[in-house]
């Protein structure tokens, strides 16, 4: 934000919550109008179903996934508090996050966990409902093995 003060929307991947509550919390300290936007995985949208059904899933089912950073339950804390300071948390499908690893690679030369990529796969599969003119999409680990970079690289 210091960087780009014209920063007005944020997307963070969310998975037990503490990464994008604490983002979410100095975000919005820092510029009270700032749009937070979370996504979670398709294949474990805790904090999603938290919400809905008013209960802390501190573990949750987890699907076939390739994003496994932000997967199982999330914190009570981060329960508590995310609320407040997200505008909206969107479930990105596990393909998006997929192609959003090889389009990172390909055209940003830029290596990235399909975990964080969720935050470019919501760009590319909703773009209307992540909003903003000016958007930083938090992008949090490398962490990828290189078969499975190879494997979404050969696909998409």
Known sequence: MQQNPDI???VIPIGGGGLSTGIAV???AIKPDIRIIGVQTEACPAMIRSYEDGVCYEA???GD???DAVVGGIGILSYAMLKDFCDDIIEVREESAAKAVS???RNEKYIAEPSSCLTVGAVMED???VGGENIALILSGGNIDGELLTELLNKY
């Open 8 to 10: 007005d929307t944020i």
């Open 26 to 28: 100095a975000a919005k």
């Open 127 to 129: 773009p209307e409902r």
């Open 65 to 67: 996934t390739i994003c």
């Open 103 to 105: 389009f990172l690679a």
């Open 60 to 62: 949750y089912p987890i």
